[in-house]
């Protein structure tokens, strides 16, 4: 059953054996594990099948130092999916590990487990398989380029995305229909209830918000906060029934720890020679995958200096590069669905090289941007005040002709020390539904930036060495600290670990303050790497539903 809330009253509802909140990948895929199964399942969303302006109100975040972005945030039926890039990779295998120099006991989960969920990933959710990171798959694109470098202290990464990102939402409309399911939509939870037990909490409800302002109660006997990097901490801190702190925060642990993927451009490398194609670095279409490869230290060098795991990657510098007219037409392609999907497919068999960065969708306002009836209009008026730019564009994205690239930006991402002065708090603004919105404080700390400087030092020494160029720039000393952006990758605030003192929900994703109730999502992350999120995000929500099964059953037997 579906029910939008803002369309019709809420039905008689029973109690529910799990209660999910939230629709995005984390909500979604627990969903999906879960449809059809013997166990009665509530899923609320609190946003409709398409963006509301009320939706995009509840967005609202505060921020100290790094700025979240509005946009990296949806209140809408597949959350973040509905705009994200669709990049993964895995993490690797020193993201896992213990690294006392970062103040991390690593992760409470085998590596060997995750892979073997990233595979069950693959096959159910359209995320890559592990032979298409290898040289079977994107990386005998490598081969293909110009130059081929040979590196000493760095290491490859490869990211990827389906050419057709998945949408969580649209995606897994069999699991919003199928009987033991339940979805509201507009349903907003504005607290968790527990009920006044002496010991460990026991949640016993959640109340729940329309857009109209009329109240429910959902019952179940477990429940998930599904929400967000940001909004499963909010949740927590405003449900208060049980500790005066927030649910789960006996230790003030829950909000600390908050990470996201800083990013942005720093530094230009002058090629020594023009390079025509460089698709495994400069990025291509390939395969059914959209992808890049971006260096980092190597582990052992990681160890030895004492850092974080952060990467660069290459963009070549095109004449059209950043031109406005050029991402508006990328954009109007993109948003034709049907011509974009032609395109590609024509060239399905093809390597397809990126022209401009805009292609990606990575970090677009503008693709970002909430269009209505009439927001084709401004678009196609950039397309013809740019037109040059955007004609040189055409001609090179469309043809079998290649530019020369002289100049390559680099652009950075970084991987923050988990710690506490990064946090989700609450500030004392408040939403429609008269629920404290989130203040998130989180910036570079020395070890942070010292960890790209490194890679940095390592990059421009052997650039030279492989005769590709020299790396213009001094990221040592810049001054403010150039890499300060939003990555939208919202990780940390509710981490997992066996210490209740030091962690939030245990190696189960249970909360350890409450007997019934678990969280998926990012926010469990002990540690973030540098790879995108969302890949481990679904595998976690796979092996949390198996979790959830086997004690629903236990609960049952018992019963
Ligand atoms: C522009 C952009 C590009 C991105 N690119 C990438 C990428 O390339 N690769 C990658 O791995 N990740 C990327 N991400 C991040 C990725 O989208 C997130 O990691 C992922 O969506 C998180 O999944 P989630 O289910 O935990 O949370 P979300 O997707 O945020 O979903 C949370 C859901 O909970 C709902 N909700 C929130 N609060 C409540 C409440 N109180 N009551 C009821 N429902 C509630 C929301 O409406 C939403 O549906 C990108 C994000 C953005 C915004």
């Not at 760095?154 to 939402?169: R, T, W």
């Not at 901490?233 to 642990?253: I, M």
């Not at 070890?447 to 940095?456: F, G, K, Q, T």
Request: charged content about 25%.
């Amino acid at each position: 059953m579906i029910v939008d809330l803002a369309e019709r009253a809420s039905p008689e509802l029973p109690e529910y054996d799990v209660c999910i909140v939230g629709t995005g990948p984390a909500g979604a895929t627990l969903a999906r594990e879960l449809a059809g199964g013997p166990f009665r399942v509530c899923v609320l969303e609190s946003g409709r099948r398409l963006p509301t302006p009320q939706g995009d109100a509840l967005r609202a975040t505060e921020s100290t130092g790094i700025h979240v972005k509005d946009w990296s945030r949806e209140r809408v039926l597949g959350g973040a999916s509905t705009t994200w890039a669709g990049l993964s990779s895995p993490l690797d295998p020193i993201d896992m590990a213990p690294r006392p120099w970062i103040g991390s006991e690593g992760w409470p989960i085998a590596r060997d487990e995750m892979l073997a969920l990233y595979d069950e990933g693959a096959r159910r959710y359209r995320f890559p398989a592990a032979p298409s990171f290898g040289a079977s798959g994107f990386g005998s694109l490598r081969a293909r380029g110009d130059v081929q470098p040979v590196w000493k202290q760095l290491e490859e990464k490869v990211f990827l995305a389906c050419a057709e990102p998945q949408d969580f939402g649209a995606e897994s409309q069999a699991a919003w229909s199928a009987s033991n399911v339940d979805l509201l939509l507009d349903a907003t939870v504005v607290r968790i209830e527990t009920d006044a037990a002496i010991g460990i909490a026991h949640a016993r409800g959640v109340r729940v918000r329309t857009s109209a302002g009329l109240e429910l109660e959902v019952r179940a006997r477990a429940f998930v906060l599904a929400t967000g990097g940001i909004e499963n901490a909010r949740l927590l801190l405003v449900s208060r029934d049980a500790c005066p702190t927030g649910l789960g925060n006996e230790h003030a642990q829950v909000g600390h720890g908050f990470m996201n993927h800083p990013k942005n451009y720093f530094g230009i490398l002058h090629l020594a020679r023009p390079i025509e194609s460089l698709p495994y670095f400069f990025g291509a279409l390939n395969q059914g995958f959209a992808g890049y490869a971006g260096l980092r230290l190597t582990e052992e060098r990681q160890r030895e200096l004492g850092i974080l795991n952060s990467y660069a990657r290459f963009e070549p510098l095109f004449p059209w590069s950043d031109d406005d007219g050029v991402e508006s037409l990328v954009t109007l392609v993109k948003r034709s669905k049907g011509l974009y999907t032609r395109w590609k497919s024509g060239r399905k068999d093809e390597v397809v090289e990126l022209r401009d960065w805009s292609e990606t969708g990575d970090d677009s306002e503008r693709q970002n941007a909430r269009h209505g009836v009439f927001g084709a209009v401004p678009l196609v008026g950039n397309v013809v005040l740019h037109a040059p730019s955007v004609a040189q564009y055409a001609w090179f994205r469309l043809g079998r002709r290649k530019p020369k690239v002289r100049r390559v930006r680099l652009r950075h991402f970084l991987e923050m020390q988990p710690s506490s002065a990064n946090r989700v708090e609450l500030s004392r603004a408040l939403d429609a539904n008269g629920v404290p919105i989130p203040h998130v404080t989180h910036a570079c700390n020395e070890l942070d930036r010292r960890s790209l400087v490194e890679l940095w030092k390592t990059l421009r020494l052997e650039l030279a060495a492989n005769g590709l160029g020299e790396l213009e720039g001094d990221l040592a000393h810049a001054d403010p600290w150039p890499i300060d952006q939003d990555a939208s990758h919202h990780m940390g605030a509710t981490r997992m670990g066996i210490d209740a003192r030091s962690s939030v929900v245990d190696a189960h994703l249970r909360l350890h303050g409450a007997r019934n109730v678990w969280i998926a999502g990012a926010s469990v992350f002990p540690t973030s790497g540098c790879a995108n999120p969302t890949m481990t995000i679904v595998a976690l929500s796979i092996r949390l539903a198996r979790r959830l099964q086997v004690e629903l059953s236990a609960a049952r037997v018992r019963a």
